[in-house]
Antibody, heavy 120, light 113 residues
Framework: EVQLLQSGGGLVQPGGSLRLSCAAS????????MSWVRQAPGKGLEWISA????????YYADSVKGRFTISRDNSKTTLYLQLNSPRAEDTAVYYC?????????????WGQGTLVTVSS | EIVLTQSPGTLSLSPGERATLSCRAS????????????LAWYQQKPGQAPRLLIY???NRATGIPDRFSGSGSGTDFTLTISRLEPEDFAVYYC?????????FGQGTKVEIQ
């Protein structure tokens, strides 16, 4: 059974930093790309970042490019998202997600989500 | 960026009724070579992560009941729920994965009338 267990959310000050984690199990983590998708309170879904199976290629939405960093540790089967200099508009529930097969942008399995609140 | 527009915003129906949800893309999300449409539908209930229902416009994901069906190509797509069950009242999102950044529609809420 595929499981994605997220941790690391919470309150962060504007301009601070926070790292989100997504521990994967039940599939060959090192063979699949991974993504982060977020959802602001009461709003819709927004894809923000993806990483290929090895970690050598990363992709970002313009809204987070240059501020957030996606990475992975295949030995620990864990995905990360480093939030640097977050803004109030980054307040959201953040989800990690796996693709269906080799299709990066098609999200088959999702983590439970973790809330990030950016506020002073 | 491909913009997806869903309609209606809210659908008020009773259990047992048929639900028809629409999604329109600002440009085609269909692949001419494979003839596949890179359009998915997700269901989201309050406090839960989204759940993949339909991919390639018309293929049901694993474990999805056959009362859910998807259709369409190019820029116009439809999700149909043939007979609403109590657990189907939720928000539904369409999403394109043809071109990065991968984008979602704003959602359609299916509520109990």
């Amino acid at each position: 059974e595929v499981q994605l267990l997220q941790s690391g959310g919470g309150l962060v000050q504007p301009g601070g930093s926070l790292r989100l984690s997504c521990a994967a199990s039940g599939f060959t983590f090192s063979s699949y790309a991974m993504s982060w998708v977020r959802q602001a309170p009461g709003k819709g879904l927004e894809w923000i970042s993806a990483i290929n199976y090895s970690g050598s290629d990363t992709y970002y939405a313009d809204s987070v490019k240059g501020r957030f960093t996606i990475s992975r540790d295949n030995s620990k089967t864990t995905l990360y998202l480093q939030l640097n200099s977050p803004r109030a508009e980054d307040t959201a529930v953040y989800y990690c997600a796996t693709p269906r097969g080799g299709i990066y942008g098609l999200f088959e399995y999702w983590g439970q989500g973790t809330l990030v609140t950016v506020s002073s | 960026e491909i913009v997806l527009t869903q309609s209606p915003g809210t659908l008020s129906l009773s259990p047992g009724e048929r639900a028809t949800l629409s999604c329109r893309a600002s440009q085609s999300v269909s692949q001419s070579v494979s003839s596949s449409s890179y359009l998915a539908w997700y269901q989201q209930k309050p406090g839960q992560a989204p759940r993949l229902l339909i991919y390639h416009a018309s293929n049901r994901a694993t474990g999805i009941p056959d009362r859910f069906s998807g259709s369409g190509s190019g820029t116009d797509f439809t999700l149909t729920i043939s007979r609403l069950e109590p657990e189907d009242f939720a928000v539904y999102y369409c999403q394109q994965y043809d071109l990065s950044p991968w984008t979602f529609g704003q959602g359609t809420k299916v509520e109990i009338q």
